[in-house]
């Protein structure tokens, strides 16, 4: 499942990260495989996503969030 | 060779949210002017350290925030090469990492890069005390063993440990005479970032010890990857699909209103201020040329700049203050879905907003829009956004079309044309952004940083750096363009062959007038004749300045501010196109000019400094001719529409 599919407080551990070579801003923000994540808010249309990693907060948009597979 | 003589280049280097910006402040006192690497608009800034710590000859650079050594977008190329070997002072003596001790493994990887480019480092580092929210502190013996680096905990919001940062960078500038040469790698692959990250995340977990007078800390809820917990809390409100807007909505009115009732006390005292000023010059010196360049060019060019300084130090004032507790990025995430539809992002929304005041500051804070074509759109539509200098031109048409006895018709005409300055930048938008090219990946990936309480020192010393960045770059244009305005609208003067007795005001002889005469037929057919387009030209210069002219083709003198507005209502309630005998302000032609001032760009110095932040002539070329083509032809449709429909 990705992360897009996930519900506000869902927590998890990523499992691989979609697509990789265009997403690796998304494993230099910390968005690497065996982090803990949780979903700490998502927007009224549903994107962007705020997702907890790492100690911070990081909002991704839907299309990013939904490279994550947790 | 010159040891010892050539001045220290010290770079803080850091991820967005680090502190690096307060850091700095800390350390040149506040004390620094804008530096522009070549070719692209992204700024650094070069301060001296302040004098408290001590004298030096060090060169201190803030350079933009950065996630990685690995650029992704042409500017960050240029900002990371820069970092190497910087266009102005060549290859730094030391950086000053500054790192965010509550996410240390994230934060750690930039360090990391730094390092292994063989940049010479001593490390800042932040935050501790959201950290110690979390019960946990950062053992660091171990952490400098780690690295090999000296690693300072900081406080610059409260100038904590800046005395031992100051010392430490003192130290190693005394050791390393030379530093080594940077090589920065083209390329981070995705294996070093995923091996970096492990070996990194281990060592987060190594040095980060909970607090000593915590025993036990609950292992289950594993720390460490929380962030801070007050912040979870208010952003499970503020981030709410539902009371977030709320929130949004009343927060933005607010800061909104604010800008307009905070300043008008303030921007009627400054208005006064020159008025009386005027006055004094006039009836102190000779009826003569220089008289008139003096007050009708300099004062009032002054007068124009000054004018909009208290709604921009409020606006600037209110933003710090939700940029610092951190809501600022809130904001971006809420409003994020419909500008992306639209070409744009969420971190447009601040520039944007900050175009209802003016157009200059929302430009120039379009720099943080990572993404080329989104920045270059955010401006391309900024003179859109319906801004301040546009509300006396609305509030006198508005009240001319409001009957006495009806005052809130010209409230809820007030807020169509502020929706529809929305709408038509959303529409321009739309259109542009199919032309603009895409020069990199849109991603959005905002860090939503840890929510503070404010720290008031900070704010008003950038509230004063921002205006001053907006006195120095808007300021001067202004001026240029006022006296060159002034010049076109006051020469040549009357024929010779008119008696001193019947001539009129020099406008009417102007350069301005003679154009507006000539084109005259253009306005026929949004229901003006050239004394209207002799006002439209001159509101070139600044769009306030259609009032004045207005009250000097109908030739209103009155000095007193209640009764200019008044006997202006009147001759224009009385003005007659001349050749068909025709009322010239009608309810339509009057909606027709409100169409015009809401679309045209007519304001010069917007030009300048919209070629200064893209780079090149394109975009405020096209601003110009698509505005105002576009401006001309929506209020022939709107007025010959009106008319059309019996609404003359």
Redesign the interface.
């Known amino acids: 499942m990705t992360l897009v599919n996930c519900k506000v407080g869902f927590r998890g551990i990523i499992k691989d990260i979609l697509n ?3 997403n ?7 968005f ?2 065996d ?4 979903i ?9 996503i ?1 997702i ?10 839907k299309e ?1 969030a939904e490279c994550i597979l947790v | 060779m010159h040891f010892g003589l050539k001045p220290k280049t010290i770079i803080l280097v850091g991820q967005p949210n680090a502190g690096k910006t307060t850091l700095f402040n800390s350390l040149t006192g506040g004390n620094f002017r804008t530096g522009n690497y070549p070719g692209i608009t992204v700024d650094y800034f070069v301060g001296q350290l302040n004098q408290k710590y001590g004298k030096t000859d060090w060169r201190i650079i803030d350079s933009p925030g950065l996630n990685s050594l690995n650029a992704k977008s042409e500017d960050e190329r240029v900002t990371v090469s820069c970092l190497a070997n910087h266009p102005e002072f060549g290859i730094p003596d030391l950086i000053v990492s500054v790192l965010d001790s509550s996410q240390l493994a994230r934060q750690l990887y930039l360090l990391k890069q730094l390092q292994e480019a063989n940049f010479n480092i001593v490390v800042a580092v932040t935050m501790t005390d959201i950290l110690a929210q979390k019960h946990l502190q950062v053992d660091f013996a171990t952490l400098s063993k780690e690295f090999k680096l000296k690693f300072i905990p900081i406080n610059a919001r409260l100038d904590k440990g800046t005395n031992e940062l100051v010392a430490a960078i003192k130290s190693n500038l005394n050791e390393i005479e030379n530093p080594l040469e940077p090589k920065i790698p083209n390329e981070y692959s995705k294996e070093y970032i995923l091996s970096t990250f492990k070996q990194l995340s281990l060592i987060e977990k190594e040095v980060l010890k909970p607090l000593s007078n915590i025993n036990q800390v609950n292992k289950k809820l594993n720390l460490v990857s929380n962030a801070n917990p007050t912040t979870r809390k208010i952003d499970k409100i503020l981030l709410h699909p539902f009371l977030g807007g709320v929130f949004f909505v009343l927060i933005m009115g607010f800061l909104f209103t604010s800008i307009f009732w905070m300043a008008e006390p303030v921007m009627d005292l400054i208005d006064s201020i020159f008025g009386v000023s005027a006055n004094f010059v006039t009836s102190h010196l000779e009826e003569s040329l220089f008289r008139d360049l003096i007050v009708d060019g300099v004062i009032t060019g002054i007068g124009s700049v000054l004018i909009f300084v208290p709604q921009i130090v409020i606006l600037f004032f209110l933003m710090g203050v939700l940029e610092d507790s951190g809501y600022l990025s809130r904001a971006a995430v809420i409003i994020d879905y419909p500008l992306k539809k639209l070409g744009l992002s969420g971190r447009s929304f601040v520039p944007m907003l900050s175009g209802f005041a003016c157009a200059i500051p929302g430009m120039l804070a379009a720099k943080s829009i990572l993404n080329y074509k989104e920045r270059m759109l955010t401006i391309f539509i900024m003179p859109l956004m319906s801004c301040s200098a546009r509300l006396p031109v609305y509030a006198l048409l508005l009240t001319f079309i409001t009957p006495k006895n009806k005052p809130w018709i010209g409230g809820i005409g007030l807020m169509l044309l502020y929706s529809a300055s929305i709408f038509f930048g959303s529409v321009a938008a739309g259109i542009a952004g199919k032309f603009i090219r895409k020069k990199d990946v849109s991603v959005f990936t905002l860090e939503l940083p840890a929510y503070r309480f404010p720290v008031w020192k900070l704010i008003f010393r950038s509230t004063f750096n921002n205006s001053k960045s907006y006195l120095t770059k808007a300021g001067i244009p202004i001026l240029i363009i006022s006296l060159f305005m002034w010049a076109f609208t006051y020469f040549p003067g009357a024929p010779d062959n008119i008696p001193k007795d019947a001539q009129l005001d020099r406008i009417e002889y102007s350069y301005a007038s003679q154009v507006s005469k000539f084109i005259e037929p253009v306005f026929h057919p949004i229901g003006g004749d050239w004394r209207v387009g002799v006002s439209l030209i001159s509101a070139f210069a600044a769009r306030e300045v259609f009032v004045s002219s207005l009250a000097l083709v109908f030739h209103i003198t009155d000095e007193n501010e209640d009764s200019l507005q008044n006997s202006l209502l009147k001759s224009m309630e009385n003005a007659k196109i001349e050749s068909t005998g025709e009322k010239l302000f009608t309810f339509s032609s009057v909606i027709g000019l409100m169409i015009f001032f809401a679309v045209a760009l007519q304001c010069l110095t917007t030009v300048v400094v919209s070629r200064k932040e893209t780079g090149s002539w394109l975009i405020p070329v096209l601003q110009v001719v698509c505005f105002t083509v576009s401006a001309y032809f929506l209020t022939v449709l709107a007025v010959q529409g009106l008319r059309f429909l019996g609404l003359s």
């Open positions: 990789v070579e265009n690796l801003h998304l494993l230099e923000n910390g690497t495989p982090t803990e994540v949780e700490i808010s998502k927007s009224t249309l549903g994107s962007p705020g907890q990693l790492r100690g911070t907060i990081i909002a991704l948009r990013e």
